[in-house]
């Protein structure tokens, strides 16, 4: 077994490993090379010797992306700063990674453990001032 230490220098040094990583960061910004519409309809998936892999939502779109690989290929190019690191760009129908959900800071009233001393109405308006921060209404 080899050692962390070992196998890094090397790894670091191989050029694919660097393409790759040129690569994905060109590829984030997949919005910028295709536009907004064609970004919300596809997602780059994977990236390996020179060619891109990505999802589309429909053969309808993947067509419509076929017809502009030359465009899309020299944006890749373009964005990444390199002029051959893509090669190729493949399109398949398949579905797209869900965009992850944006986290909503919510204040939560809180509740007295004994509810014995409160009315029924301040119960109520507890709980609905709770739901409404919740997002219910």
Do not use: H, Y
Not at 63 to 70: G, H, I, T
């Amino acid at each position: 077994m080899r050692k962390i230490r070992q196998v890094l220098p090397g790894a670091i040094e191989n050029t694919e490993i660097l393409k790759a990583a040129r690569a994905q960061a060109a590829m984030r910004r997949w919005p910028e090379v295709v536009g907004p519409m064609l970004a919300a309809k596809s997602c780059p998936d994977r990236f390996g010797r020179g060619t891109v892999w990505v999802a589309v939502e429909g053969s309808a779109w993947a067509q419509e992306l076929r017809l502009m690989k030359d465009k899309i290929l020299f944006r890749l190019n373009e964005v990444a700063g390199e002029r051959s690191l893509f090669i190729d760009v493949r399109f398949g129908v398949r579905s797209l990674p869900k965009p992850p959900v944006p986290q909503q800071e919510t204040q939560v009233v809180e509740e007295k453990p004994d509810t014995k001393e409160l009315s029924i109405r301040e119960i109520a308006e507890r709980r609905l001032a709770n739901w409404k921060n919740e997002g219910r209404t």
